[in-house]
């Protein structure tokens, strides 16, 4: 990889691609998951399995039997992770079976995600308990990778795709919460969440909002839950939110005071991860 110290920031690098919150989330909160994805024909048409993390921190991986892993949750590089994780990937697929790709130099121009990956390949995101997805099915697990893979999970955040909603995830840390990325624009969703806050309808299951965060050009609001509350409770009413949600979203008054002092709270809550 050449060095190119001079890549402009992109601010929204999953932007074009099938299931873009997703892609926002398996890179910021979701511990394990896998999603499918495919290269163009130009790129010879190969499956790949687009994955939270690798062992070593690994960028890529071209597994043993053939299978192609891109990592998300590696650093980054250049100010495109777009490019960054295509120039990984493209790294993969010419790589020889059983070969890792690790971060090394920032790429040199070239082609990001969009131009390598089939838009017509859904983006179908499984979470998982584990990292088993790291392994050749058709290799013995030997007792010390058993080890490894079990001492890698102990550490993960229980966490549960909502089928109601696209790219809503549930986790249990100290309580359990509901982290949900959004395509909207920021602007226009932080004012459809305040519409409802300043009415007292922004809650959920008995939960309340309270905050968001800003992530690969997306916001991220997350709602804190009562104490076990479960995923599968949280299907009809996630799902009555959004419908509350797409209400909100499509007034176009300007807000009224008791909005603006609900987005003033609101915005005061924001961080900006990258």
């Not at 290799?139 to 490894?148: G, I, K, L, N």
């Not at 969703?189 to 959920?204: F, K, N, P, Q």
Request: aromatic residues 6%.
């Amino acid at each position: 990889m050449a060095k190119n110290s001079t890549t402009d920031f992109v601010l929204r690098p999953f932007e074009g691609l099938p299931g873009e919150t997703d892609w926002v989330a398996m890179r910021e909160v979701v511990p394990s998951a896998t999603a499918t994805a495919r290269t163009t024909a130009e790129h010879g048409a190969r499956d790949v399995l687009v994955v939270t993390v690798l062992p070593a921190g690994w960028a890529a991986l071209h597994r043993q039997d053939g299978t192609v892993l891109l990592a998300l949750q590696t650093l980054a590089g250049s100010g495109d992770l777009s490019r960054d994780l295509a120039a990984a990937l493209l790294e993969a697929i010419e790589a020889e079976p059983g070969t890792s790709v690790e971060l090394g130099a920032l790429p040199g121009p070239g082609p990001r995600l969009q131009d390598v990956l089939d838009l017509d390949t859904p983006f179908d995101v499984t979470v998982h308990e584990d990292f088993a997805y790291w392994l050749d099915p058709a290799q013995e697990v030997t007792a010390e990778v058993r080890a490894s893979l079990d001492e890698a999970s102990e550490s993960m955040v229980p966490t549960v795709k909502l089928d109601a909603v696209p790219s809503a995830y549930w986790c249990r840390m100290s309580r359990e919460f509901l982290r949900w990325a959004r395509p909207e624009p920021e602007e226009a969703l932080i004012d459809a969440i305040s519409r409802l806050h300043a009415r007292r309808e922004s809650g959920l299951a008995d939960g309340k909002f309270v905050g968001a965060f800003r992530s690969n050009g997306l916001l991220v609001p997350v709602w804190e839950l009562p104490r076990g509350t479960e995923a599968d409770e949280l299907e009809g009413p996630v799902a009555e939110l959004d419908a509350r949600l797409s209400e909100a979203l499509a007034v176009t008054e300007p807000l009224d005071a008791n909005e603006r002092r609900a987005r003033a709270g609101i915005v005061s809550r924001q961080v900006t991860l990258r």
